[in-house]
């Protein structure tokens, strides 16, 4: 599974303030200039130039690379230096400790588990947490010195310090998902004031795709600069699945938590409960997921805004909510259990992207009712989530045409206090 690009090389920049850091960039060897000057054709030499990298150890020519064994654990000595996590003695959810037990899946198991950590009772151990008491952890250093991309040596000022970094994620503006258990990605930054980042979806389906299969797809996207990566797996052994790609992916992933939570009540909506879903998020935290698609926004009094669209609820995860308040008439559990849900995501500095579950599916639907009352209860559960010191961005908006742009992006800044927006 080895990765090479021509005319570059890997290369790893030490930090400052953490010298003991390797931050992986590519160095790519650029074409001499030319010019003609009394005639003659004069070569002129270019520098090289450093660019962002997001494929990991797979570009590095000195690595051995074994998907059976997962990646390197960059991150844990960091983490483990700060003191305030502790290692559990097994898996706590209900579902996870299933799955080990369940010797027929022995084949499909990810061999080289390493125990969950977790926050340590009273401690807070989020990126956010630090950085609103003023600490520059190595992970807000290693991203200020990836976005820079060698500017200092070029001559190029720039304002992105570890100190900018750190005051960004205070904020709120900027979010660093970096769960505790996923040790193996490299720390990178989301925000308006970094660089544009591109997430990509993969996922096996009922009828087809195999672990291996997904773990290739993972690697390709991390070849071809996918920044983050969603597991969307709705299909078979989809604990397993997740398990070899977080363990052999060295950027952030994220998931759609009641995707699963969905399979284990055999697909009927109606099924669902908090008690499931809970377990479900403590079951991905536990495994290394770094952010959670979570649509709390869905509420009982707004699912028939929808009743007036072209398209109604194109979202996977917005219907199968909507169907759930419906059917029971109630408020949704995601919404009722947002703190808690909070309080469980900051014992793994988990982030949450607010999903948009009525965005709209047409432009004939666009900035309706519905998008926006969601759009407005995400600005108050984001401001629910940094009281809990858990990183948070919001997604939007849909199906949104040309000149409906500027109005969508102003309400969002101004009813989401400026947190991120993942388009």
């Known amino acids: 599974m080895k990765i090479t690009y021509p005319r570059s090389e890997k290369v790893y920049l030490p930090g400052k303030l953490f010298p003991e850091l390797r931050v992986a960039m590519r160095k790519v060897e650029q074409v001499p200039g030319t010019h003609f000057a009394d005639g003659k054709k004069v070569i002129t030499p270019n520098p090289d130039v450093y660019v962002y990298d997001t494929s990991g150890p797979f ?63 009273g401690k807070s151990i989020t990126q956010m947490a630090y950085a609103k008491q003023g600490i520059i952890t190595p992970e807000m250093e290693y991203v200020a010195i990836r976005e820079n991309m060698n500017c200092a040596e070029l001559g190029i000022e720039t304002h992105i310090t570890p100190e900018f970094v750190r005051q960004e994620i205070a904020a709120g503006r900027a979010l660093l998902p970096a769960n505790i258990n996923h040790p193996e990605a490299e720390p990178m930054i989301i925000g308006r004031n970094f660089l544009v980042k591109i997430n990509t979806n993969i996922g096996n389906s009922a009828t087809t795709s195999s ?9 390709w996207s991390c070849k071809w600069g996918g920044d983050t990566l969603m597991d969307l797996s709705t299909g078979e052994n989809i604990h397993e699945t ?79 909510m909507s169907k759930w308040c419906l059917v029971h008439n109630r408020e949704s559990f995601l919404y009722e259990h947002f703190d808690d849900i909070c309080d469980i995501l900051a014992q793994y500095d988990v982030a949450v992207s607010l999903g948009d579950g009525l965005r709209p599916g047409s432009t004939y639907d666009a900035n309706d009712e519905a998008q926006f009352a969601e759009l407005d209860t995400m600005g108050e559960l984001v401001l629910r989530a940094w009281k809990k010191n858990v990183q948070a961005f919001i997604e939007g908006p849909g199906h949104v045409p040309m000149h409906k742009i500027k109005e969508n992006m102003e309400r969002q800044i101004e009813k989401c206090h400026n947190a991120p927006f993942y388009t």
């Open 211 to 219: 672990i291996d299969e997904e773990v290739e797809k993972a690697v």
């Open 59 to 121: 570009s590095d020519p000195d690595m051995e690379i074994d998907l059976k064994k997962g990646l390197p654990r960059l991150r844990e000595p960091w983490i483990l230096s700060r003191g305030d996590v502790e290692q559990l003695p097994s898996m706590t959810s209900e579902y996870g400790r299933l799955r080990r037990a369940d010797r027929a899946l022995d084949h499909l198991r990810f061999e080289h588990i390493t125990l969950p950590y977790r926050a340590k009772s």
């Open 242 to 320: 997740r398990e070899w790609i977080i363990r052999n992916c060295p950027v952030p992933v994220g998931t759609v938590p009641i995707y699963q939570a969905l399979e284990k009540v055999g697909g009927k909506a109606e099924n669902l409960s908090w008690e499931i879903y809970r377990d479900t998020l403590i079951e991905q935290c536990e495994q290394g997921v770094d952010y959670f698609t979570i649509h709390a926004g869905i509420r009982r009094h707004n699912v028939h805004l929808a009743d007036k669209r072209l398209c109604g609820i194109v979202s996977r995860g917005g219907s199968i």
